[in-house]
């Protein structure tokens, strides 16, 4: 079984900056992490490994210091790494990520078949939740998303059940391979590496491919030039000047604590008590 995971290496959300001409984030001398998301799915993916055996390949598109976010997925246990770089990428939305790593997924597949393709939910930069559903339009992958559970895994039959959040409850969902999955966060938590795969992934060669190398022959549907997407404004959130209320709960039971902070919540905002009884008529 071959299972590729598709990682991105995110600015931290604290210390995010936007480029002031073309309203892209701006990654340089901003501190990078894997994106939080992309972890789930890559302990999910060991786990599968470790289950039924197999390769797990962890890709990733971006600067040549997105290596360093591949080698910590070797470092917990991925047995290869591939890193898509070339400045024809840049500026890339998720239309035209979807492209790039679709592609590279191809080339991939035609080395060795992959089964299962894994994408974060979403990336804590973008928050768009477009990558992963993209990727399997592209490839024709069966989809499943917002995945909470695996069930089950038969490789004779090639099918896989999972449970997936949905409205009002949970679906359990059969489909065949190859697939694409996102997860759910808080399905799983990733493993520590072990002392050998960091040794191995520090002396590991990541294998780099530039956009001729990743087998993309349309580069115009790359980078900025592939991206239709128009970011019109970016702003920061206006700080607030309202304080939070202390509320004092020692010595009290739920009641008091609960009809305590109701008065704060009416001292606040005077009308709200007499616009509750109009808001419940109408709804």
Known sequence: MHIVVCIKQVPDSAQIRVHPVTNT??????????NPYDLVV??????LRDQFGGKVTVLTMGPPMA???LRKALACGADAA???TDRFFAGSDTLATSFALSTAIKKIDA?????????GKQTIDGDTAQ????????MGLNQLTYVSAIRSLDLGSRSIVVERRAEGGTQVLTTGLPC???????????RRGSLPDMFRAARAEVTTWNAEQAGVEDITQCGLRGSPTVVKKVFAPKPRNEKA????????SDAEIARAAIDALFTANPKLEAEIPELVLAS
């Open 25 to 34: 984030i701006m990654r340089q001398g901003v501190p990078t992490i894997i």
């Open 42 to 47: 890559l302990e999910e993916a060991l786990r």
């Open 67 to 69: 290596d360093e976010s």
């Open 82 to 84: 591939v890193l898509l």
């Open 111 to 119: 080395e060795e078949p992959v089964d299962i393709v894994f994408a």
């Open 131 to 138: 990558v992963g559903p993209g990727i399997a339009k592209r």
């Open 180 to 190: 694409l999955i996102t997860m759910l966060e808080g399905s799983n938590v990733l």
């Open 245 to 252: 209320v202390l509320v004092e709960t020692e010595g009290k």
